[in-house]
């Protein structure tokens, strides 16, 4: 089972450490990373793996988009079903 | 690993869009709640409908942060109620009590299926449901109630329609100091659908299994910021192109949902209803995307054929991405539930009429329309009638929901709150159809009906 992680927002020193320390503490491993800036805004992709995770996938989104609001980053945790389903057939 | 662009967009529907399921709704039989003691049958009603629906909520919530993508309604639709009142008899408003218990119980926005289904005629129970409407609409806040009056194979029942016009205002007239909500709550159908997922019209057919999940999905944002993209020159054969690939991609959050809520409920899979629900929010309007096709504005000439290829696009795109479609899958065009449609009626350039011939082309009829306070009953009925001859003729789904704003007149303004939204009260044509209407009688079934 993966998931994926979106953060986009002004970019700044350490977010995808701090990310990729929230998945670890939770047994998240990441497996794959892109990232981009789009029009100034930082953009990165985030495929994990969550099939080990210790806690639920809604403690885990909540504590990833947590720390999105408290650095003023837009972050969605979302199954990566929804982005198969929609893209392809 | 996926295209970054594809992630992107998908996140950009749901964020800037308003790309969201409008509904989970749980349709429950109650075939095996009926009981020569209406009591007793209450009694097995909402035992019933709270063992299958208990989880129905949490699993929607579980399921939104999964994916997230919202899901605005849980919802619960039942057997029309007019089948156990018919075994038991007795007063059908403690039906509706009870039924209002189960949703506060489950924690759902609506309850459906205080319904009858008099196409052809008055069946034991079917007058006492309709007449019990008004009151049963009143005492309760989440029920919904509707009544099909018509059906390509059976004609319409000009009786029936004529008792909805009463029942209609009458239901206005009781929840006149809540903005006549309970109008807001009653559809008067011709061919109606039994899957229907979408309020206020929802029920569970007989011929549906005991208990199933259907899903709706909306997302006329979605479709309006694709055709935004798209040039002004562009021909309408890449206009219908682009609404089906995005009414693809909607469709497919709806089957994916669709089959998570019924694995973790341990309940069958219905349908799917491809229907393009507006809310009253900016940017999910239907009326907009017609706009956006090269319409000034909503109601003017050209918008019956703009909606017409809307919605048969939308059709198109959808059927592929789900397994099963059904419901009543198409565009809808509440008007008080649409900011393009609210403000191009309040502007006078969205008319009655109007509306009329659009609702033989989109998906279902007239739906949140206000009237003035003192339209008739008869003129109500005939409205109903109108919109049930096309629905009969076309063999498609017409249903009215009209609310007669007690107290108002035309220019004013009901506001119900919420996704039912706000309407200007809309001019109606005053001369009589009273004669016509007290006929009463069958119309009968057309020659469309004769397939076999």
Known sequence: ?89 | MLNVNDIMETIQMIQEENLDIRTITMGISLLDCCDTDIDRSCEKIYEKVCRKAEHLVATGEEIEKKYGIPIVNKRISVTPVSIPLAVSGGNPVKYALALEKCAAACGVNFIGGYSALVQKGFAAGDKALIDSIPEALTVTDHLCSSVNVGSTKAGINMDAVKRMGEIVVRTAQLTADRNCIGAAKLVVFCNAVEDNPFMAGAFHGVGEPDCEINVGVSGPGVVRAALAKLPKDADLTEVADLVKRTAFKITRMGQLVGKEASQKLGVPFGIVDLSLAPTPAVGDSVAHILEEMGLEMCGCHGTTAALALLNDAVKKGGVMASSHVGGLSGAFIPVSEDAGMIDAARCGNLLLEKLEAMTAVCSVGLDMIVLPGDTTPEIVSAIIADEAAIGMVNSKTTAVRVIPAIGKKIGDELSFGGLLGAGPVMKVNYTSPDVFIHRGGRIPAPLQSLKN
């Open chain 1, 1 to 89: 089972m993966r998931a994926i992680i979106s953060v986009v927002g002004k970019d700044t020193v350490g977010i995808l450490a701090k990310v990729s320390s929230l998945c670890a503490a939770s047994q998240v491993n990441v497996v794959d990373v892109t990232q981009t800036i789009l029009q100034d805004m930082f953009v990165m992709v985030m495929m994990v793996d969550i099939s080990k995770m210790t806690v639920t996938f809604s403690d885990f989104s909540d504590e990833v988009t947590g720390y999105g609001k408290d650095a003023g980053l837009v972050i969605h945790v979302m199954h990566e079903d929804i982005f198969n389903s929609m893209h392809k057939i």
